[in-house]
């Protein structure tokens, strides 16, 4: 592999990330940080790098499944990732080992019947599921060697050992009950951390004992040995403060019984009672030479568990690779202050490959920096430059280890700092927009055929009636859209057997099939949620991947049974599980229908009679804000019609790992319904066949039937200028105002299944020559669409949703005639909100720009009525109509227009274009 570093063209921006820091990027990458890899193809013309994609299986397969690439469900769609992060110039990817990694006699599987969240229990209980079949360790390994692409397997456990199910509290950002622990440590609780007075930090084992060191090695050779592993990556990593909270003191733990024994022995100190130790005492001395002893055993014991694990990795296959992560001199947030050896691993020639600087923090604490540790990554403290890092290692017995770092933005990836022969790229962003545009295609096909998203579909047929097999917290289904099934058939919670109050499936009441029986309890145990996990934004882009419900319309359907007069139910659709403003309610004795109306329940002439079936529908129009129900099939009877519900309330989301509140837009949204049994404690209802169909307001058309220009970029050269070059079909492309090589091709980001987009780096007009003359005519449409990616000023690009953020970057988009002062119509992306051409002049849709993104930009224009459309799509939204223009003034029938891309000249500018379409279609009479 090439030390030398990517040589800039005039296609790399000059300063893309705008003085990156270290810990500015590793908020980005709290699920899947601390990874890096190695082993780069060398580019035949340039020095090259490597660029390592940095994916966490586990959690990319739950949130982005089932059924697209970055999911990762099926060894197909894990090849079709490779040959996807080839394409972006990554050189390899390392994939997070999971539980079924491990010798199943390693993991205890804890019982969970109250898990705090159903929800997640279902999402592990997907990953389980689909590792039955599925040895995604051996079938990485065996296609990355296919496809000439290094992967390692990252194991993120030398400090997450899982906890067991009376571990820990319930908590912001807590995963409680935990899911597992390690047998090992199930077995021998001592082994993990304590204070002075024994409380444990559990996830987090001393090294201190030979057995802690040994089982932990065992988990390493059985991976070797079973999926044939060539690459690992031991990392320091822990989610500890993901089921308990983090550490007041950064000297709080560390004091078992070897621990304690070994320090008297070399030292003569006793630490459990020396006040040297005692971080509560007011004179306690950071800087003591015996607490920094104390420190430096503690890291001895890590460096004897690399050694050991070196020596039993060799005794397998001397040519598997390790490499290890380094956060500084000293270990850090959340785990403690004690020494990190590394020169020692350098000397010893124990790793291959060290990644730094990283933090250990799978849930950020925000406090770190008040309580005493020597090293803090995310804010610079205590780390080992680079420069140092590598030079340590060149003047040592060992040159050949490879030092790799992080803090390349998503999309751009500039050469790597000094010290460094690599990065480790974060790639939650990119794979989340592959992720959403194949989900978002899918839906598309579905609207065509079936006029609707099958947003819930359940008839409950497949639910297990005796309890067993249900996921954490009485779970079952599947939360995320199918495209097998095409439809979502959501996720089902709390369920139980049929003895415990909870609701369950059985037989004997049912339309056909089985039914859900739903018992009032007291404890409240008998309600059911059905869940499709989904959000009206990309806010949750690392929670979920579909759309919920925001416009157009939906309907929900579902049959219902009163047991006796005394049942009674009430129902809700809902988006964050607190709305009762859009429901209905069936009385006790009468069986009357109550409708909801902004949150207080309202009479209907309606009724439910007792022993028969009835089904139900609420339809809401969201362009209206209102909803209406019916009773009934054939011949439905009015319950309520046209009921105003509430307006939205201002929403926070967080960033997982991070747990900040980010105020988010503001929207209405459906996602989920809950069924409460209602009036005394065992009343049973039925419930059975629950549909929930969305059909959405697009505001888009298709494009045209004839293709005048179609661009997608794949068939260029990376780094390509695009003057000269010919379009996929209609022309070639001409630079007629700036400089030429500002245009070229990127592979850093796209929109759609390609990986190559055109980038701007400065003002200038690009057009196409077009080979056939485009010409206005009476009774056509023209169509433009096109997707455009424009940089914020933001020193780092969140895909997260932030009213606050602007950019000084603009472009507009213009379809115009040659020579013509106006143009015939045109989007402009101004400063922070979408422009369209009136007539004369701009004029500002007050719909706001979404930077860092893709933007999908659609311009309608109809001749015959010298009108056209303005519609944007950001990723992972729905269209929003900007508004309608009149064409540009002294534009008529018969005029020859073309297209042009103009970029501002503002400083540092950055923005890129992709899936260029500009079609003709025939108006309808």
């Not at 751009?412 to 959403?436: H, I, K, M, N, Q």
């Not at 289904?477 to 109050?501: E, Q, V």
């Amino acid at each position: 592999m090439s030390d030398g570093k990517f040589s800039s063209s005039g296609c790399h921006p000059s300063h893309p990330t705008r003085s990156i820091s270290v810990n500015t990027s590793s908020l980005l990458v709290t699920l899947s940080a601390f990874l890096f890899l190695c082993n780069s193809q060398v580019h035949a013309q340039t020095p090259f790098y490597s660029r390592e994609a940095v994916p966490s299986w586990g959690d990319l397969v739950c949130v982005y499944g089932p059924g697209t690439d970055p999911s990762m469900d099926t060894p197909k769609a894990l090849e079709n990732m490779i040959r996807h992060w080839k394409g972006r110039g990554f050189t390899g990817a390392h994939l997070r080992t999971d539980l079924a990694d491990f010798d199943p006699a390693m993991i205890r599987h804890n019982p969970q019947p109250d898990l705090q969240n159903p929800a997640l229990g279902l999402l592990w209980k997907h990953i389980d599921d689909l590792r039955v079949n599925f040895d995604l360790l051996a079938v990485g390994q065996k296609l990355s060697e296919r496809n000439a692409f290094t992967f390692w397997a990252w194991h993120p456990h030398i400090y997450s050992d899982g906890a067991p199910e009376d571990a820990g509290s319930p908590g912001p950002g807590r995963m409680w009950p935990w899911s597992y622990v390690t047998t090992y440590v199930y077995k021998h609780p001592e082994v993990v951390t304590v204070d002075r007075k024994g409380n444990k930090y559990w996830m987090v084992r001393e090294y201190a004992y030979p057995g802690a060191r040994s089982s932990r090695i065992d988990e390493f050779v059985y991976m070797a040995k079973k999926f044939r592993v060539k690459n690992f990556i031991a990392c320091l990593r822990s989610e500890a403060s993901q089921v308990q909270d983090a550490p007041d003191k950064a000297d709080r733990y560390g004091f078992n019984e070897p621990v304690v024994a070994e320090m008297k022995r070399l030292y003569r100190v006793d630490i459990l009672t020396d006040p040297r130790f005692d971080v509560d005492n007011p004179q306690f001395n950071s800087a003591d030479p015996m607490v920094e002893k104390w420190r430096e055993l503690r890291g001895g014991y890590l460096t004897q568990l690399f050694r050991e694990l070196r020596k039993a990795l060799n005794e397998v296959d001397p040519s598997i690779r390790l490499a290890v992560t380094l956060s500084g001199e000293y270990v850090g947030p959340p785990l403690g202050n004690w020494k990190l050896e590394w020169r020692k691993w350098v000397d010893e020639g124990l790793v291959d490959m060290i990644i730094s600087p990283v933090f250990y923090e799978g849930t950020l604490d925000h406090d770190a920096d008040k309580k005493g540790y020597l090293t803090h990554s995310r804010i610079g403290k205590g780390i080992v430059e680079l420069t140092a890092l590598k030079g340590y290692i060149e003047k040592s017995k060992h040159p050949e280890i490879k030092v790799m770092t992080g803090g390349a933005p998503s999309y751009f990836y500039p050469p790597p700092p000094e010290g460094a022969d690599g990065w480790r790229c974060d790639v939650w962003y990119d794979s989340y927009t592959l992720a959403w545009y194949q989900r978002w295609q899918q839906w598309r096909k579905d609207l065509a055929e079936f006029g609707c998203i099958r947003f819930l579909d359940q008839d409950f047929d497949g639910f297990p009636m005796d309890g067993k097999g249900l996921g954490g917290g009485g779970g079952w289904g599947l939360l995320a859209y199918n495209p097998k099934t095409r439809a979502c058939s959501g996720g089902w919670y709390p369920m139980g057997g049929g003895s415990d109050g909870k609701a369950a499936p059985q037989d004997q009441v049912s339309r056909r099939g089985r039914a859900m029986k739903l018992t009032r309890s007291i404890e409240g145990k008998g309600t059911l949620t059905g869940l499709h996990n989904s959000a009206p934004d990309r806010s949750t882009y690392s929670g979920s991947l579909d759309n919920a419900i925001v416009n157009g319309r939906c309907s929900l359907e579902f049959w219902v049974q009163r047991e006796s007069e005394t049942s009674s139910l009430s129902v809700f659709l809902q988006g964050s599980g607190e709305e009762r403003d859009v429901g209905l309610r069936i009385s006790p004795s009468t069986g009357q229908i109550l409708y909801s109306a902004g949150g207080k329940w309202m009479e209907s002439s309606c009724s439910m009679p007792v022993g028969k079936w009835e089904r139900l529908s609420i339809k809401v129009d969201l362009e209206a804000g209102n909803y209406s129900a019916s009773a009934g099939e054939k011949s439905a009877t009015a319950i309520c019609n046209a009921v105003p519900y509430l307006k939205p309330k201002p929403r926070f989301v967080e960033q997982h790992g991070v747990n900040i509140p980010i105020a988010a837009p503001t929207w209405r949204f459906f996602k989920q319904v809950l069924f409460v049994p209602e009036g005394d404690s065992g009343n049973v209802t039925y419930l059975d066949d629950v549909s929930l169909h969305w059909t959405p307001e697009l505001h888009q058309v298709e494009h045209g039937k004839e293709v005048i220009l179609a661009e997608d970029f794949e068939a260029m050269r990376t780094g390509a200028p695009i003057e000269g070059k010919s379009c996929k079909e209609g022309g070639a492309w001409r630079v007629t105002r700036g400089n030429p090589e500002k245009f070229c091709v990127h592979n850093g980001t796209s929109y759609g299944e390609g990986v190559h987009s055109l980038m701007a780096t400065a003002g200038g007009e690009l057009i196409p020559s077009l080979n056939k003359k485009l010409k206005l005519a009476q009774n056509e449409s023209v169509i433009l669409d096109l997707d455009v990616f424009i940089r914020s000023d933001r020193d780092f690009p969140y895909i997260i949703p932030d009213l606050r953020v602007n950019s000084d970057h603009r472009t507009t988009i213009v379809i115009t005639r040659e020579g013509a002062e106006n143009p015939v119509m045109a989007v402009n992306a101004g400063k922070g909100t979408w422009c369209f051409w009136d007539e004369k002049d701009f004029k500002d849709s007050s719909v706001r720009i979404h930077y860092d993104i893709w933007n999908h930009v659609q311009m309608v224009l109809n001749v015959s009525q010298g009108k056209f459309t303005v519609s944007v799509q950001p990723l992972g939204e729905l269209p929003k109509l900007l508004g309608e223009g009149r064409w540009g003034e002294g534009t008529k029938v018969g005029d020859e227009v073309g297209l042009a891309i103009r970029p501002s000249k503002s400083g540092d500018h950055l923005s890129y274009y992709d899936n260029v379409l500009l079609t003709l279609q025939k108006d309808r009479d």
